[in-house]
């Protein structure tokens, strides 16, 4: 995208929902210098009252058009259920704003193209909410990466579990996994050819609450996430091995969030018949390097920003929503078909 010279020094945004997470990007945003929240939107006078107590000077509204229809808005950022992600970012682009739609960017791929290519006919910025993109621990992995720390890639796994959210419109494959998928894909750099998924609902009538999903790449890499909402410890751990070495990120510690690990060191390797030595085998060096605090949501939001100013791609933009929600989708798919394993087509 070319430079566009049309904003002021500030962009005014609307804010859709202030539910859970609402709130959390009302904070952000609102702390940005170089951006005004001219209105929070959501249809529940409560949570309107409790962003009025918190924000006074923000300017409030149950209607979804009056905030969209504003010319001083320039981007609206939807943090509403995932089932109203398809509508309402359809019409802010139609309005002609940039647009932020929190994860995942709509209930199926076919919604999720649709509001992908509305928004690259339209020239407009948008940005899919994964936030882990923006962590540090996983921005250090990219980089290690791309630098050929841990030589090539061979598979990543990750487990992400926590007792379920006391209401929930999707399973947890798309509450939960989205997150894994998002990274998995992110440090890839390519969608997966094939995923095959195995869950099971066993304290919810109709949604998963336990599911093991794998995923095979067309250079023969694999990768294997394990979510569920059936545990009372929080788990965020994700590893990724390399052909020199490998990677640990464990969101949950509070020193060493990641862990570089040289190649192991096995001395029964070419042990001969009369050779008198220790056998032993353990890791390599192990390297944690040290991480900007940064908040990932501020990060995210202010790339955003910085997006629409230098009218450049978001690091998890439209297309990168939509390749994760075919993932999403596929896992439903195969689990839903006896755990069949589901062939991918990005084309």
Known sequence: ??????????????I???GYWGPNLIRNFNNLDD????????????????????????????NYDEAIKDSNVDAVIIATPVSTHFKLGISALKAGKNVFVEKPLALNSEQAQSIAELADQRELILATGHIFVYHPAVTAMKDTINRDGIGELCYAESGRVNLAPPASEVNVIWDLAVHDVSILLYLWGQEPVEVRAYG???QHSSLVDVAFIYLRFNDGTVAHHHVSWMCPDKVRRFFVSGTKGSMVFDETTVDGKLRIV?????????????EIKELYYKPGKIVSPSLPNDEPLRVECQHFIDCIRDRSAPKADGHAGLAVVRVLEAAERSIESGSEPIQINSE
Request: glycine residues 6%; aromatic residues 8%.
């Open 1 to 14: 995208m070319t430079k566009n010279s049309n904003f002021s020094s500030t962009i005014g945004i609307a």
């Open 16 to 18: 859709v929902g202030a």
């Open 35 to 62: 951006c005004r929240i001219q209105w929070v939107c959501d249809r529940k006078p409560g949570r309107l009252s409790y962003v009025h107590q918190k924000w006074p000077d923000i300017s409030l509204t149950e």
């Open 200 to 202: 099971q609902n066993f």
């Open 262 to 274: 040289d190649k192991g060191i096995d001395t029964r390797t070419n042990q001969r018949d009369d």
